[in-house]
């Protein structure tokens, strides 16, 4: 594995961290807001 190779694979590793983390905030502070009006 070449340097070059180490960190396109890093690229791709946060582009699918940042996938992933985006939805799960959204849809976290979501429901956060719903149950903050709700009380």
């Known amino acids: 594995m ?3 190779d180490f960190l ?3 690229k791709k590793v946060l582009i699918g ?3 992933g983390i985006i939805p ?3 849809v ?3 429901l956060w807001l ?3 009006l709700l009380k």
């Open 34 to 36: 719903i149950t903050a």
């Open 8 to 10: 396109i694979l890093g």
């Open 17 to 19: 961290l940042l996938i």
């Open 28 to 30: 976290t502070g979501g």
């Open 2 to 4: 070449t340097v070059d």
């Open 24 to 26: 799960l905030a959204l």
